[in-house]
């Protein structure tokens, strides 16, 4: 938060440059947490953009006494949401199965390893998910988990664990003979 004070101090004046200069330090990530939400980079752009624009649009309502990031990632988390809901309303479901026969081999690559994890990471609930990436990924503490998804700080706590959980027992299975 202390390399955002100044540029969302200036862009709450209303400064273009202030503003340019969050979205700067903010965009990388925004990107990061929307792709893992959504699972495509033309969505989480999508989202991300729409974002910045609602954030823009609502920096005089942000209150300067109130944490930035969990103000933000709710504002982001809700976008996300949004896409998700459109792209299953707009297309159906794929189906992806179980994973392949060959995929309790060490992967070989980190590529392959990532694609596995986020592959694991798009089987859990959304709400497991985000509380997921909020936590360990955004390093975001459970009060601020809470502040962004608006729920109460055990069910927090719980989606956390229930998704770490769920990872386990996913990553165990497809790395059994590692």
């Not at 809901?85 to 060959?102: F, Q, T």
């Not at 989606?159 to 497809?174: E, F, G, I, P």
Request: overall charge neutral; aromatic content about 8%; proline content about 3%.
């Amino acid at each position: 938060m202390n390399a955002l004070l100044p540029a969302l101090q200036g862009a709450r004046r209303g400064d273009r440059h202030a503003f340019a200069a969050l979205v700067e330090l903010l965009h990388p990530r925004a990107m990061r947490y929307a792709l893992h939400m959504v699972g495509s980079n033309e969505d989480a752009e999508e989202a991300v953009q729409d974002t910045f624009v609602r954030v823009f649009d609502n920096l005089s309502r942000f209150r300067e006494d109130a944490a930035f990031d969990p103000w933000f990632f709710r504002i982001l988390a809700n976008r996300c949401r949004t896409l998700i809901a459109k792209r299953k309303r707009r297309y159906s479901v794929i189906e992806y199965g179980d994973l392949p026969a060959n995929a309790s081999t060490a992967a070989s690559t980190s590529g392959e390893f990532a694609a596995e994890i986020q592959y694991v990471l798009n089987q859990l609930p959304a709400e497991q998910r985000e509380a997921f990436l909020l936590r360990h990924i955004e390093d975001m503490d459970y009060e601020d988990i809470a502040a962004v998804t608006g729920v109460g700080l055990s069910a927090v706590r719980m989606r956390v664990k229930r998704a770490c959980d769920a990872l386990r027992v996913q990553l165990n299975a497809v790395y059994q003979d590692v």
